[in-house]
């Protein structure tokens, strides 16, 4: 065994000592699908997320972050649920919230255990190591199918034969030379479940999305109004869309998250769409502190959740549309006016002209036109 092959061993077995359920090292070369990044930043399908172009160098190339890097140990968390993530989307009075934010936010949890382990390599290795985790302008599906921890399948999320599409990514880069490991080959097949499930029609070609279309783009990155092609279809799904993820039949592999931090906490299971519209600012950050909804902020979380209403087909749910009508938000205003044209006709023509004498938003008049 060779000093590069030995370091793999251990640092594998410290990382699952650590909590990981996959691990797997691969060099720090640019990933050969890194021109695929370039193609959809060219294409402008990733929408709002300016980030992605500002960084995209660095995103492509993982020496180009840090060019000490010589290998990269790549960590999957599985997050797998424990009841049908799809089950909730017939509930139209109830929000369907994400599998992956229905506990705590994994950003925590993960780094958390990324830098505990990069001490203890580095105290036990040597070496010097940086650790990312999402934010990070890191390529980490394509590094972790590299690293064999997976293969990006035609949603292009990560598909493990162990853990189906519930794996957070994490990432350690290192100046150890570390023997990599075999890639993960694609094992989709002919199967295209996660394509045709989508209700955006998100997909352009299997391996391809267009952000602008996903509901978890839209629901999260996105922080104008829902384009008008899209509400009716993102239904009662108000953060992040499990559509695509949850039809993998390679999820059959797949267990109940052992983190149980990551498991989905109660409130979030089935949460009721006129509470939620009640929250205030400080109502908000107090309900979904330490979870990754909190990110998005009240605004655009309450957008989604009228939405959400306006799609229910329930004439009930028109009051807490019709409260906020005057919100300080003009992206909570014209949602409210959105919801309550769909669910009340009558009342939001006779409501119609009194808020145009009023409004002075541009995107909310538009909501309020014939």
Not at 244 to 265: D, Y
Not at 306 to 325: D, E, H, Q, T, Y
Request: proline share 5%; with cysteine.
């Amino acid at each position: 065994m060779t000093d590069a092959e030995a370091l793999a061993r251990r640092v594998k077995a410290l990382a699952h000592e650590a909590g990981f359920d996959a691990a797997g090292v691969t060099s720090a070369d640019a990933p050969a699908t890194a021109p695929r990044l370039f193609e959809f930043l060219a294409a402008g399908r990733h929408g709002d997320m300016g980030w992605m172009k500002a960084r995209a160098g660095e995103r492509a190339d993982p020496r180009a972050l840090w060019p000490e890097a010589r290998s990269i140990l790549m960590l999957g968390v599985n997050y797998g649920p424990d009841e049908d993530p799809l089950a909730l989307i017939g509930a139209r009075e109830k929000g369907a919230v994400s599998v992956y934010a229905r506990g705590r936010d994994y950003h925590d949890v993960v780094k958390k255990k990324l830098k505990a382990l990069a001490r203890r390599i580095v105290a036990e290795l040597g070496g010097e190591a940086k650790v990312f985790v999402d934010t990070a302008p890191v390529m980490e599906k394509p590094i972790a199918a590299r690293a064999g921890l997976g293969w990006q399948g035609k949603h292009t999320n990560l598909v493990s034969r162990d853990f189906g599409s519930w794996l957070f990514l994490g990432a350690i880069f290192s100046t150890l030379t570390i023997a990599a490991d075999a890639a993960e080959s694609d094992h989709c097949g002919a199967c295209r479940r996660c394509l045709d499930i989508c209700p955006t029609q998100a997909f352009p070609a299997p391996y391809a999305l267009d952000a602008r279309r996903c509901i978890s783009y839209l629901t999260i990155e996105h922080k104008g109004p829902i384009p008008r092609e899209f509400r009716e279809k993102i239904g009662n799904r108000i953060y992040g869309c499990d559509d695509c993820l949850a039809v993998c039949p390679w999820n059959k592999f797949a267990s109940l998250a052992r983190e149980t931090q990551l498991r989905a906490r109660d409130d979030l299971r089935a949460p009721d769409l006129a509470e939620l519209a009640a929250l205030d600012d400080a109502a908000f950050r107090a309900r979904f502190s330490g979870s990754p909804i909190k990110r998005t902020g009240r605004d655009r979380f309450v957008r989604n959740v009228l939405v959400a209403i306006g799609n229910s087909g329930n004439a009930a749910l028109a009051a807490p549309a019709r409260a906020l009508l005057d919100d300080p938000s003009p992206l909570v205003r014209g949602a409210a006016a959105w919801a309550l044209r769909r669910l009340q006709p009558a009342e939001w023509a006779k409501t119609r002209i009194g808020a145009l004498a009023r409004e002075t938003d541009e995107g909310v008049i538009a909501e309020w036109a014939d």
